[in-house]
């Protein structure tokens, strides 16, 4: 029997990366699972894979940044399975960009996408929660909001909103007995990430992490399971970076500290 026995979580941006794993981790547990994602290809992917492990599933189409599809992902899921355990609000874009060459175009789409889209979810999903007196909102931030991005003031400032409204939640949302918490991944090995990084820089990054290493999205989803579970029920408004000790360390100094060190051995 798993922690999360007989348990329903909706996941947005689940169709790939760190939101598949997160609710194939779940669907371990017990829960049965909502999927949301942009693409419906790869949503009903996660669906099949979730319904193998031998848990419910369902699929909607979702765009988080529009209202009223947020509102109706969420009566879907309800009218299936009755009740939402579990958000995770997952679902995100990115697109790099100089500050001073940054469009308004682009600002506002990854403000919509990151921020109003876990305001659209976490508000509709909240009101259903605090009916049953139960629930864990689980949010994907990033470390580029604990730290100065290079090229991404908008996913940056994005996911640092997502850091102080999951703050916010946790004190408004006490009474009705929901925490909210928020997981700062560093750098994670998915498909989209090397696909946007040539080699090289693939490479220079991973050795300018204390870990030597990018990340797995399989732990960034232990984390998120953790924060969904009964166990983290006195956690609540908490950033956890997880990140190799990239925030600990100031990860693009990391390399200049370890030739420091070098020359005092």
């Known amino acids: 029997m798993g922690q999360l026995d007989g348990q329903v979580a909706l ?4 169709g790939r990366g760190i939101g598949q794993s997160v609710a194939l981790k779940l669907a371990r547990e017990g829960a049965h699972i909502a999927i949301a994602d942009i693409n419906d290809a790869w949503a009903k992917e996660t669906s099949r894979n979730v319904i193998e492990i031998g848990c419910q599933s369902i699929v909607s189409q979702t765009d988080v940044s529009d209202y009223e599809q947020v509102q109706s992902l969420v009566e879907k899921t309800i009218d299936t399975f009755g009740k939402i355990d579990i958000l995770v609000n997952n679902a995100g874009i990115s697109k790099a960009c100089p500050f001073l060459e940054l469009s308004k175009e682009n600002w506002e789409a990854q403000i919509r996408v990151h921020l ?57 949302l006490a009474d ?7 997981i700062a991944p560093g ?7 090397r696909s946007a990084w040539p080699k090289d820089v693939y490479e220079e990054r991973a050795n ?26 006195y956690i609540s408004g908490t950033i956890l970076p997880v990140d190799g000790g990239s925030v600990a360390a100031g990860a693009y100094m990391v390399e200049q500290y370890r030739r420091r060190k070098g020359a005092y051995e």
Do not use: W
């Open 116 to 172: 109003s889209g876990t305001f659209f979810c976490s508000q509709a999903v909240a009101r259903i929660m605090s009916k049953h007196k139960y629930g864990r909102i689980v949010c994907i931030s990033s470390v580029a909001a604990l730290m100065g991005p290079i090229d991404l003031a908008a996913y940056g400032a994005a996911k640092a909103g997502i850091a102080g409204l999951v703050r916010a939640m946790a004190l408004e």
């Open 187 to 193: 750098p994670i090995d998915t498909e989209l990430l």
């Open 208 to 233: 300018h992490i204390p870990a030597h290493r990018l990340g797995v999205v399989d732990e960034v989803a232990h984390a998120a399971a953790f924060f969904a579970s009964p166990q983290s029920g």
């Open 176 to 182: 009705h007995g929901i925490t909210a918490n928020a």
């Open 11 to 14: 996941i947005t941006g689940a």
